[in-house]
């Protein structure tokens, strides 16, 4: 199990790299307040709803979209962090 702290010094800059987001920003936030690592994916979905455009029935998984739209790099990232 990472840790928040940990987590953000390692994965944040390529995030916002690939994304141009804070990765902060979908961390869970109950384990966040307690120290623990948790990438939230259901806000990190939500937000390439409201924001990219990414629609389910459209473009099958989160996973897919990211692959097209970003590139395979990003969505395997999207895994690995999670």
């Known amino acids: 199990m990472m840790k928040y702290r940990d ?3 390692k ?3 390529q ?4 994304f141009n987001l804070s990765l902060s920003q979908f961390a869970c936030f109950v384990l966040g307040s ?4 948790s ?3 259901i806000k990190f979905d939500k937000w390439m709803k409201d924001n990219r455009g ?3 029935e459209e473009h099958g998984s989160l996973h897919d979209f990211i692959n097209k739209e970003y590139g395979i790099d990003e969505g ?3 895994e690995k962090i999670m």
């Not at 307690?34 to 690592?37: A, E, L, M, P, S």
């Open 76 to 78: 395997n990232f999207i």
């Open 54 to 56: 990414y629609k389910e």
């Open 7 to 9: 987590a953000i010094i």
């Open 15 to 18: 995030f916002k790299m690939y």
């Open 39 to 41: 990438f939230d994916i």
């Open 11 to 13: 994965y944040g800059k």
């Open 34 to 37: 307690r120290g623990v690592w």
